[in-house]
């Protein structure tokens, strides 16, 4: 089973960026359909990003011009550039990765790491 390690998370101010990573270890990466999600205080955990393992990706509304995921098959890694940036974006985001044939929601998760947007 793959095995997912994020990094990146940190303070941003209103409008900044940051860009996180995500490394797989213990996996055939190419295989896996890999997605970024974020649970905000008191709220369910949400799909933010997903990108196929032909790189076909797809975004929730709220991030849509924002935020570009991308996926580096050499390395092994995941990537959320995250661009514009508002409070509303303050969460822990973790990477997923899911064999094709699992439900979206199912598969490795990553221990998160924590994003904070604030003036």
């Known amino acids: 089973q793959v095995e997912l390690v994020e990094s990146g998370g940190g303070f941003v101010q209103p409008g900044g960026s940051l860009r996180l990573s995500c490394a797989a270890s213990r996996g055939i990466f190419s295989i896996y359909a890999m997605a970024w999600y974020r649970q905000q205080p008191g709220k369910q955990r949400e799909l933010v990003a997903t990108?196929?393992?032909?790189?076909?990706?797809n975004y929730a509304d709220s991030v849509k011009g924002r935020f570009t995921i991308s996926r580096d098959n050499a390395k092994n890694t995941v990537y959320l550039q995250m661009n514009s940036m508002n409070p509303e974006d303050t969460a822990v985001y973790y990477c997923?990765?899911?064999?094709?044939?699992?439900?979206?929601?199912?598969?490795?998760w990553g221990q998160g790491t924590q994003v904070t947007v604030s003036s």
């Open positions: 990108i196929t393992s032909t790189g076909a990706t």
């Open positions: 997923n990765a899911r064999l094709p044939s699992l439900p979206q929601g199912f598969g490795s």
